[in-house]
C-alpha cells in the first residue's frame, strides 16, 4: 500500500491523508518508545527538531512530556492533522502542511525526523530527496527515520546504505544517518539550529 501512496501525485495524497484523519478519525498515535529512548539520550534541551511526516504531532508531544524545550518544524501533507497539532498551542512549534518532498525550510536542524514515513517517498526520488534533507542539517545534525516493517521497506534501507555508508542501524527498526563525518561521533550533543 505504501508503494501506491508514493506513486500517487500530490494532490492525491493530500486528498488520502485528509481524509484519513477527517473523516475517519484517524488515530492519535504515540511517539514509538525506540525513537523516544534514542532521541531523549542524546538531544540537548535546545536542539531543534524537523518532523517529516508528523500526524498530530506525537513527537513533539512525548518529547515534551520528557522535559525537551527546542524549537519544533512538523510538516505533513494533511491540513486536517497539521489544524489538530497547532491545537496543542506550544510557542516553540510551528507547523507546516506541505508533502514533505517539495518542503524546503530556510532553516538549519539539528535532526530531521522521520517516523513511519521514509516509504512514502518514491524510491526512485529517493537519493535527491535524501541529499536535500540532509542540507537541511547543521554540521553535527544528524536525519533519523523509523521503519517499522524492514522486510516490506527493505528497498528504501538497502539504498539509503548504500548512498550514505555512515548510516547506523540504531535499533530494531530505527536508522541514524549523520550529515557529516563528525556526527556519527558527536550525533546531535549541544548544538542549536540557526533559527
Known sequence: MNRLHAALPTVAKKYVWNVKYALLGYPHFVAPDDIMHYLSARLSKISTIVDLGCG???????????GWEGN????????????????VGDQRSSWVASDFESFRSPFRWDVVAMVESLCYVKLGELPAFLR?????L?????????????????EYVDLTLSLYPGTEKVAQNLFCVPGSARAAESIIRGTQGTR
Open 56 to 66: 498530530r504531532g506525537s513527537l513533539l508531544k512525548a518529547l515534551r512530556e520528557k
Open 72 to 87: 519544533y518544524c512538523g510538516v505533513d501533507i494533511s491540513k486536517r492533522a497539521i489544524d489538530d497539532g497547532r491545537k
Open 132 to 136: 536535500r534533507t540532509i542540507g537541511m
Open 138 to 154: 547543521n554540521p553535527e545534525g544528524t536525519l533519523v527515520f523509523r521503519l517499522h516493517d524492514l522486510e516490506k521497506h527493505r
